[in-house]
């Protein structure tokens, strides 16, 4: 006999990813099936073996629960839920994860490209767990004070208690200032760049390059040292740092290819102050791949050269030749992650192998995941102390095709 009172419904569900601002898109999965039991009888086990006898799949899946499911029911479960692509059974409804809420905040004009990259890293760690989430981006426009604290208090009125906030250090120091009520992770920027006391509900997941730094300096201590560096404000506090870990710090030198158009000529002039030494390569990757060059043609030969994670980056590796690169020392704080959580953040266009932003926001986003739903699987290692992630340095040597970790580093 069939059961009376059974309806089986399969929906299409398209998760719905609002954006504060209503302008910016957010990359989309794909469809998923449910199926909802809205029979009030009971179903045991046997009952269950009719409904896969008669091929009626779907009254199976709607019928399993804790009372009636054992080893084999779950295996045929399981095996339909794949096969049919079906993401919630009732059974699993009522074992799910709790509802979690997340805001992310950014001042578009200040951080530029990394509003959507961010949005996209959180995006790929909530759509690898499963689980049910409500997530919304709020655009500050800049980082006055002022701005920022009007974005907060719309998170807030919309019910969030958990903010990442990508920001600069103005905007870091802005909402350290404010003192806010909410949790507010900062991943771009390390608790060293804040002016004043911490605001206790504050945590800062930024790098940093100064210790990076003391780690390389401290490789060969008593040869001089000299460095190249970016006239930008990253550039000038890496500067800052080299000078205060090298006391013997000699030849510097600001650097911008777009600003030193007879760069080749001025090398001829000053190889003779480099040659044997410790040079530090504060510049990104295009600036260093041609100060790395000129090095090689004038046969310049550094004791080493050293560089943070600016140049943790497989762009060094295309477009710099292997001579190049001998002798030289990069710091990297970005470990290791499960292959499968760092390919699916690739089909979001989110790099956690090489991005040390997207890695840092990843791991704010497991941080407060996991204070929801603290049985979820940790991807990170790394731990808070102070209000300040605390990450490893190691110490790599650049090939043609990767990233080789120096022994003892």
């Not at 000078?243 to 600001?254: D, H, P, R």
Request: net charge neutral; proline share 5%; charged share 20%.
């Amino acid at each position: 006999m069939f059961r009376k009172c059974l309806l089986c419904l399969m929906i299409l569900l398209y998760p719905q990813f609002v954006m504060a601002s209503g302008q910016y898109p957010s990359p989309l999965p794909t469809p998923s099936a449910e199926i909802l039991n809205v029979d009030i009888e009971r179903c045991s086990t046997s009952c269950l073996r009719d409904f896969l006898e008669r091929g009626q799949v779907f009254s199976f899946m709607a019928n399993v629960n804790k009372d009636n499911q054992n080893e084999r029911v779950l295996e045929e479960l399981n095996a339909l839920l794949s096969a049919l692509e079906i993401s919630e059974i009732p059974y699993f409804i009522g074992a799910q994860k709790p509802f979690f809420n997340i805001a992310l905040l950014f001042p578009r004009k200040s951080i530029g490209r990394y509003s959507s990259t961010t949005t996209n890293v959180i995006l790929s760690y909530l759509l690898h767990q499963k689980g049910r989430f409500n997530f919304e981006s709020f655009d500050s426009k800049t980082e006055l004070q002022e701005d920022i604290q009007e974005a907060l208090e719309v998170i807030a009125a919309q019910g969030y208690r958990q903010v990442i906030a990508v920001v600069t250090q103005d905007g870091a120091n802005a909402i350290n200032a404010l003192n806010p009520n909410l949790e507010v992770f900062i991943p771009t920027v390390h608790k060293s760049q804040i002016q004043g006391e911490i605001a206790r509900r504050v945590i800062f997941g930024g790098i940093s390059y100064a210790e990076q730094i003391q780690k390389l300096s401290a490789l060969n201590p008593n040869v001089k040292a000299t460095s190249f560096y970016d006239d930008s404000v990253i550039g000038k506090q890496m500067q800052a740092y080299t000078q205060e870990a090298n006391a013997n710090l000699g030849y510097t030198k600001s650097f911008n290819l777009k600003q030193n158009p007879d760069f080749q000529k001025e090398m001829k002039s000053i190889r003779g102050q480099l040659r044997g030494t410790r040079i530090f390569l504060n510049t990104p990757v295009t600036n260093s791949s041609v100060i790395l060059s000129q090095l090689t043609y004038h046969e310049v030969a550094p004791q080493g050269i050293y560089s943070t994670q600016i140049n943790y980056n497989p762009s060094l590796l295309s477009i710099t030749q292997e001579r190049d690169k001998r002798n030289m020392y990069i710091a990297n704080s970005i470990m290791p992650l499960d292959s499968l959580f760092v390919e699916n953040a690739k089909l979001l266009n989110a790099d956690l192998q090489y991005n040390w932003i997207n890695y840092t926001t990843a791991y704010g986003i497991e941080y407060f995941y996991r204070k929801s739903v603290p049985r979820v699987k940790a991807y990170f290692k790394e731990k808070i102390r102070n209000q300040q992630v605390e990450y490893a340095i190691e110490i790599l040597t650049p090939t043609n095709t990767r990233f080789v970790p120096l022994k003892g580093s």
